[in-house]
Structures are given as C-alpha cells and as structure tokens.
C-alpha cells in the first residue's frame, strides 16, 4: 500500500495552532496549499473509508451458551 502524504494536513494544523496562538483573525492559505490540503483529504478519508469497510466485511461467528444451572 502506498504511503500517504500527510505534509499538508500537519501543516495547515501547525498554521492552524499558530493563528489561535496569536490571536489571528484569519488564516490565509495559498492555491497550492488549498489544492494539496483537498488532496492530501481525500486519500486519508479515501483510505479510512477503506479500511473500515473491510472490517465489517470480516464476519466472525460468535457462539453463545447460556447455562441456567439447577434453575
């Protein structure tokens, strides 16, 4: 499985952190950075959505015994 390209997500969260921190009242991002944050996303919800669907594909067999002892 390929690696993901999580760089933009953790930049934006670090510009994110500093704008709070300064008390900024915008945070302003490049086209590029717009576009590679989308992408970036994409593919980690892509590939959650993925993983997810695959664990409930997995069926398992769960026996129950129920035991009422001298009831």
């Known amino acids: 499985m390929k690696?993901?390209?999580t760089y933009p997500i953790e930049?934006?969260?670090e510009k994110?952190?500093?704008?709070?921190?300064?008390n900024q009242k915008s945070l302003t991002l490049s086209q590029k950075e717009v576009a590679d944050l989308a992408s970036s996303i994409s593919a980690v919800m892509a590939r959650?959505?993925?993983?997810?669907?695959?664990e409930n594909s997995k069926s398992e067999n769960i026996v129950?015994?129920?035991?009422?002892?001298?009831?």
């Open 3 to 5: 690696p993901l390209n």
């Open 16 to 22: 994110a952190k500093v704008a709070v921190r300064s």
């Open 11 to 13: 930049d934006f969260l």
């Open 64 to 71: 129950v015994k129920m035991d009422g002892g001298k009831f």
């Open 48 to 54: 959650l959505i993925g993983s997810v669907s695959q």
